[in-house]
């Protein structure tokens, strides 16, 4: 048995496609979803569960989950972000070790549209998901401003997003959960009317397909993306990692 642990999990598509890939291809398990009110539940789930064998983590538990681990891996680690635990069991004993699918999920789904022009990344949102991305920028050489609802020591603002930074950066990735269902008419409060047809935005979010942030890069003849092909990369990581 597999799950995965987060809050809210309505939007998930990883029971569906987990439980299809065990039918297809007659593997004896089963994939379900586990929506915690909060990450110290996680033990409770796992010595409730003796058949559960790896999990997914999601929203928002990507960093939250990382004290529980025995071990982790060397990616994850440099990310700072887990989204896949894998469990040992011995006798009535276990301990978890954890991975980043995400970031092979988004670096596969992501370079076959960078163009050479491309040299400036920015990550819209501040979570775990963005870790990865911000991970997968800096590796493929690009310059990488985050940006949040508030100005850090490590992010900007979106008030400080001017147009000289909309010109320099290219390549606009939406880590955040704005625009997913059911609140479809939410966007992240970027400049879209800097938008030009050199712009790549990315949006992790796949449920709607076409989401807000999409529909105003493309008015604007930008090259636009979701994220369902990172979550099948990420997923088919995953099982490999239960796996291993």
Request: hydrophobic share 40%; proline share 6%; net charge neutral.
């Amino acid at each position: 048995m597999y799950g995965l642990i987060g809050r809210p999990l309505g939007h998930s598509f990883s029971a569906s496609f987990f439980n299809e890939k065990f039918k297809k291809e007659n593997i004896d398990e089963r994939y379900e979803l586990f929506p915690l009110p909060y990450i110290e539940k996680v033990t409770e789930l796992i010595e409730q569960h003796p058949s559960l064998k790896g999990l997914n983590v999601t929203i928002p538990y990507k960093q939250d989950i990382i004290p529980f681990l025995s071990r982790i891996s060397e990616e994850a680690k440099e990310i700072g972000a887990v989204n896949v635990v894998r469990i040992h069991r011995d006798g009535g004993k276990y301990l978890l070790e954890g991975f980043n699918s995400d970031a092979i999920g988004f670096k596969e789904s992501i370079q076959p549209l960078l163009k050479s022009y491309m040299k400036k990344a920015m990550i819209l949102g501040t979570g775990g998901a963005s870790k990865a991305v911000s991970f997968v920028m800096s590796s493929l050489g690009f310059q990488v401003i985050m940006v949040s609802r508030v100005a850090k020591s490590d992010c900007i603002s979106y008030t400080d997003i001017s147009p000289e930074l909309m010109s320099e950066c290219h390549v606009i990735i939406n880590a955040t959960p704005l625009g997913m269902w059911p609140k479809i008419e939410d966007a992240p409060p970027i400049p879209y009317s800097l938008l030009t047809p050199r712009h790549l935005l990315f949006d992790l979010i796949y449920n709607p397909e076409i989401t807000e942030f999409m529909k105003r890069g493309l008015a604007k003849g930008a090259i636009v993306k979701n994220g369902l092909e990172m979550l099948y990369g990420q997923a088919i990581e995953a099982w490999r990692i239960w796996n291993e």
